[in-house]
């Protein structure tokens, strides 16, 4: 059996949010596997993961450029929200989605691209940065999305500007129906993204994996109910149908008419674009998603300095 240390259960608890013997009790539970405590922990209704784990932390903005047929969106952060505002981080940002649309839309490619009012690449134009405002800049990820015939529609939460914001979203439509049509359900498909965040398009294109972790927790919160297996199978099996319904892009009940799913809305679309309407792609990025920001003791902070 693994050692339980502090520090995991440290860790466990900015996780779960659950107290300090519950999460020793789920790390002894799972022989030390943090994903695995968690998971038990939500099975016996103690965890508060799911509230937690899309807190975000990093400090930037997300740029996005489109080009019709393709889009592309990209994550510069910075240390502060104080860089983010200033207009020279912004004209960078605004400027590395640029040459982003030009490329692959991988980081590695982007960086290696050149910056055009530099001359240099993206990646020494972002070290240059770095010098001038004097905060460290990292690009972070990107995303792009084409299609042959149709259009792929974005959309910005929370924008700082022309084509800069902390929520990006892109949504490929592909169809040869009309142009405008197209454009406006990909942007109401795009908001709904950005406020429900999907897992997947389909219900058969989530992840195997995350799909099998809600069905193990569904089991151990229904064996609960001390009810036969026959039963708590059928009880697993509507709960994961639910749960798909509640993640699948096209299954989800539209944000702009709760009364149809994202899916009919893309269906009655069509008959205003004269062609089929087919989802391919979609692309969300939430700024910091994912990264921890480190937690300063201000007044412990000032103390020490003062001890100096």
Known sequence: ???????????????????MMDCKR???????????AIDWLRAK????????????????????????????AIELNSETDFVARNEAFQELVRGIANVAIGTDG?????????????????????KDAIGTIGENMTLRRSAL???????????IH??????????????ALKSVGDK???????????MHIAATNPLAIRADEVD???????????????????????????????????FFEEVALLSQAFVMNPEITVGQAVKDAEKLAGAAIEVTGMARLLLGEGVEKEETDFAAEVAAVAKK
């Open 1 to 19: 059996m693994s050692t339980i240390t502090a520090e995991m259960v440290k860790t466990l608890r900015e996780k779960s949010g659950a107290g």
């Open 106 to 126: 991988t980081v590695e490619a982007i960086a290696q691209s050149t910056y055009p009012a530099t001359g240099k690449t993206v990646e020494d134009t972002i």
């Open 158 to 171: 929370n924008a700082a500007g022309d084509g800069i914001g902390k929520l990006g979203v892109l949504v």
């Open 45 to 72: 209704g103690i965890s508060k993961a799911d509230k937690k784990s899309g807190r975000t932390a990093a400090e930037g903005l997300i740029g996005i450029v489109s080009g019709g047929t393709k889009a592309v």
């Open 208 to 242: 195997a994996a995350v799909a099998e972790r809600e069905r193990n927790v569904f089991i151990e919160q229904s064996r609960a109910s001390g009810k036969p297996d026959a039963i708590i199978e059928k009880m697993v099996e509507g709960r994961m149908r639910k």
């Open 145 to 155: 999305l084409h299609v042959e015939h149709g259009v792929v529609a974005t959309y």
């Open 26 to 36: 789920a790390l002894t539970e799972t022989n030390g596997d943090i994903e695995a």
């Open 180 to 190: 405008e049509v197209l454009n406006s359900i990909g942007r109401q498909v795009a």
